[in-house]
């Protein structure tokens, strides 16, 4: 019994160091500039007509727009209420987001 319990103690000993002294992968960054960031459309109906928006980096501008191609393929009813609240998207610390 002890030999079991010696074995597995080392084995977490090992794993442990393992994780920590195994390099992380490094953040990966969606903007170094504000000119990477733009805002898109993350609904079926706009936000001038109720819908949301986001902040992303311009390499995702083509997937929120295959996404809304399928998921609005139906004619929507959309709530009319002015929902915009990003005057203009900036580049912090590698991430997107609204001013």
């Avoid at 393992?18 to 805002?39: G, H, L, R, T």
């Avoid at 929902?83 to 609204?98: D, F, L």
């Amino acid at each position: 019994m002890k030999k079991e319990l010696t074995i597995i103690i080392i084995l977490i000993i090992i794993l442990t160091s393992i994780y920590f002294f195994i390099p992380q992968s490094p953040k990966i960054q969606e903007c170094q500039i504000d000119s990477d960031c733009v805002k898109v459309q993350t609904t079926c109906c706009s936000c001038n007509m109720g819908g949301e928006e986001k902040c992303v980096s311009s390499s995702e501008v083509e997937f929120y727009k295959e996404k809304l191609k399928k998921e609005c393929v139906e004619q929507m009813l959309c709530p009319a209420f002015f929902a915009c609240h990003i005057n203009s998207c900036v580049c912090e610390k590698g991430i997107c987001t609204e001013k």
